[in-house]
């Protein structure tokens, strides 16, 4: 069972499924995390533009287990550059590659 509800998605629990564990939660809550984040700021900052038409459809592309369809609407980032609100938009797309990445995982029995 899935639910959708805007951009949230919730999926039940399951340890399982592949990327299980590396979800953005485990970004912001420790010191290599908010690096991590920091310096993918700081990599988009050379050039933003070329980062969200040119360095993130591609990297979205070469991700196992993402439909088409949803690297098209992730490849959708929103423009601000600010580190508090690009981080929150990198938290939120990792969230949801990892969300369509567990429904696409699901046998076509399991599918709602």
């Given at each position: 069972?899935?639910?959708?509800?805007?951009?949230?998605c919730?999926l039940?629990?399951?340890?399982?499924?592949?990327?299980?564990?590396y979800?953005s939660?485990?970004l912001?809550?420790?010191?290599?995390?908010?690096?991590?984040?920091s310096?993918?700021?700081?990599?988009?900052?050379v050039?933003?533009a070329?980062?969200?038409?040119?360095?993130l459809?591609?990297?979205?592309?070469?991700?196992?287990?993402l439909?088409?369809?949803?690297?098209e609407?992730?490849?959708q980032f929103?423009?601000?550059?600010d580190?508090?609100?690009?981080?929150?938009?990198?938290?939120?797309?990792?969230?949801?590659?990892?969300?369509?990445?567990?429904?696409?995982?699901?046998?076509?029995?399991d599918?709602p």
């Open positions: 069972m899935k639910l959708v509800v805007g951009r949230l919730l039940p629990i399951n340890k399982n499924l592949p990327g299980r564990g979800g939660e485990s912001t809550t420790t010191p290599f995390g908010r690096q991590v984040l310096a993918i700021h700081a990599m988009a900052a050039d933003f070329a980062f969200r038409h040119a360095f459809p591609h990297f979205l592309r070469s991700l196992h287990g439909a088409p369809e949803h690297v609407h992730l490849a929103p423009p601000d550059t580190l508090p609100t690009f981080t929150q938009n990198i938290q939120r797309l990792m969230n949801d590659v990892n969300c369509y990445r567990a429904y696409n995982s699901l046998t076509p029995a599918a």
